[in-house]
């Protein structure tokens, strides 16, 4: 899989080879931060490496906002098949080890590949469209903790997120401090700005825009695939920064030699390329989903109520690793600034890498070596100490 | 009007009061650049000040990609009604001093306010849709020749725009280099980016994609509206920068104490805001006209054909002021700085000034004192050293 046009590296380490997408069902009610319960819910979840005897080596990945809990490997026998989202992170020998780890990833509540989000059957038969309730990062994280509690996990060595990935880990850092151990956020900000809220509500405002979307009702009938894939293109072009389209693209028409002067069809590179993502992207995803998670990021600011952002972390235990990248303008470098400037006033461990790197938001995902050295070099320290006798510092 | 949020310091000179809007229609065929021809058009244009018996003090101001020949004034007596779109700017005493230049302005060749375009009655009685002629920067540029022509006007003392504005100014400066005395070229880029072109096109899918759009004929039905609104939003983001969404709107909350958890209806204020922009657009706008103009600025390349920019320009006998502002992202200073690098190398007078401004691109209209001073100053300062007898330099 190429993220951004840029192919990754492939890493010459292992494979987790072919696995298989579990499913855990809960019946215990999940409270919902909007006020709201969901009575009984499931979560999908993927799982890569093998539990130590001690439950010490658990790293939970959190998956950004058109993720899923297939991270890494593959489903079936098929060279075909394209790998899991982060397959060149999660693997033996890579920056998520799984011959030293195990890695756990589930899809998010609201969401559509498995776990229960508004696509998914309602207790009345019918689906829930919009009467599903709100979902915030607190609930995603908050569902997760019931999956590990299911699973018998009661620590985690490191939980890990780029973009809505990273605002999961760091409300896990908060929310169940002695469970954290490590986190790990990435491409992330701390709290939402008014331009995050802006491009996700445009995205939206394209997904009610088209008929079809009938007000969220839709799963019997055509689904609003038109407004959705206007919504993943304005995504899209938020995590590319500007020099890697120009890069990959410039002024290049696509299939002419000269302008062909037409509406609807594609002229340029660029515009054939946002297209393919749209259509792309509106095969595999949900339009409510796409407006519940969206929403989520939104909600998200680790220091509402609380009178600094300092004050809100000061409960958190875990050491910090945030990573940020020079071209990321919708997460930018002064957003996880904010974050490390807050955790360094409270006297928290935290360390801070600012990659420099071309491709935008979406550097996390394409920068392989770089992150593999960043983060994995990380993980391998913090974990040689914890197992050494030694204490860390 | 207030632009960006930013109320635009009244300024205290004087006004051009009332204006009529005037149209001129032409027999004298346009030969586009697509390759096809208009055989008949119509400009609607507005002038302000007075035309001196030499006909030396002429301004043309090109406008911007939603803008019309309305610059200043008002078209009635009624205390409610808002000025022209840069009232602020022309008027006696001001940036563009109508007591001493005549000022020009008449709305592109393709737009949707008085000159021919896609809404327009085609020769068959019917509107032209999509059957209207793609129209370039090039095309809008040879329409405002012919109306000078009718308006017997042979010299330009000035031309000047913002953004797409711009790209018509700098194209008046190669085009007709006998007749433009000085080119002011304001936030603006000699070639449009990759990313330039992505935001546009995004803006046009949400109009394809809304069903009203109909292939673009929908001017006997429902316009798309939905479609419009939503590619308003795409590009008003695109002129304001994070610092003044930030600024303005923050994570403030619209009509509610606490989050409401609701879709469609705003949340947060910034998401009120960009509603509000996209009805009030709608209510003055073709969505075929916003995509001929779009196309338009995507196809914007002065360079293009000729081995380097500074080629491309050799032609160019006019001075330039080049201004961009420290946080457009659309429009980039290091996109300005292009042209200034090209001019510079082919020896032709250029004067650049990096304004340091937060409203990011529509920093050009919010920034009134600042441009006043840069742009009216500059005039003033040619002005004068063109009427005295002393050689400028």
């Known amino acids: 899989m190429t993220f951004n046009g840029a192919k990754p590296r492939r ?69 075909a098949e394209k790998p899991g989202w982060w397959d060149e992170a999660v693997g033996p020998g890579k920056m ?35 009467r599903f309730p709100a979902v915030t990062v607190q609930d995603m994280v908050r569902a997760q903790r019931h999956l590990l509690d299911h699973l018998g996990i009661d620590a985690l060595f490191a939980v890990a997120g780029g973009s809505l990935g990273g605002m999961q880990a760091l ?27 802006a491009f996700n509500e445009i995205g939206r405002q394209a997904i009610y825009a088209d008929p079809r979307w009938n007000d969220g009702d839709y799963y019997d009938a055509d689904p609003p695939q038109g407004g959705l894939a206007v919504a993943r293109m304005v995504g899209h072009i938020t995590y590319m920064s500007e020099h890697s389209l120009e890069q990959k693209f410039g002024r290049r028409l696509q299939n002419h030699d000269a302008l062909p002067y037409q509406f609807v069809d594609p002229e340029y590179a660029v515009e054939s390329y946002l297209k393919y993502q749209g259509e792309k992207f509106i095969k595999r995803f949900d339009a409510n989903s796409y407006l519940y998670i969206t929403k989520a990021c939104d909600y998200f600011d680790i220091g509402e109520g609380a009178p600094t952002l ?56 394409v920068e392989v070596d770089l992150m593999t050295n960043v983060v994995g070099g990380y993980l391998n320290q913090m974990w040689t100490k914890t197992t050494s006798n030694y204490p860390v510092e």
């Not at 009984?40 to 998956?63: K, M, P, Q």
């Open 310 to 365: 300092a004050d809100a972390l000061r409960v958190a235990k875990a050491r910090f690793l945030v990573v940020s990248f020079s071209s990321d303008w919708l997460y930018t470098p002064e957003q996880a600034l904010d974050l490390v400037t807050a955790l360094e006033a409270i006297g928290l461990d935290v360390r801070y890498h600012l990659i420099h790197a071309d491709f935008g938001h979406d550097s996390f995902l």
């Open 171 to 197: 409300q896990w850092a908060v929310e169940y401090p002695e469970m954290v151990g490590h986190c790990l956020f990435l491409a992330s900000t701390p709290r939402s700005s008014a331009q995050n809220v």
């Open 96 to 130: 998520f080890d799984t011959s030293r780890f195990f890695v756990i990833c589930s899809n998010v509540i609201g969401g559509c590949q498995g776990s229960t989000g508004p696509s998914s059957t309602a207790p009345d038969g019918r689906p829930y469209g919009l």
């Open 11 to 79: 890493n010459q380490n292992g494979s987790v080879g072919v696995v298989k997408r579990q499913t855990a069902h809960f019946t215990k009610p999940l409270r919902l931060r909007c006020g709201r319960t969901l009575e009984r819910y499931t979560l999908a979840y993927e799982t890569y490496g093998t539990l130590n005897e001690g439950g010490s080596n658990v790293i939970l990945i959190c998956h950004a906002l058109t993720g899923d809990s297939h991270v890494a490997g593959y489903y079936t026998d098929d060279p």
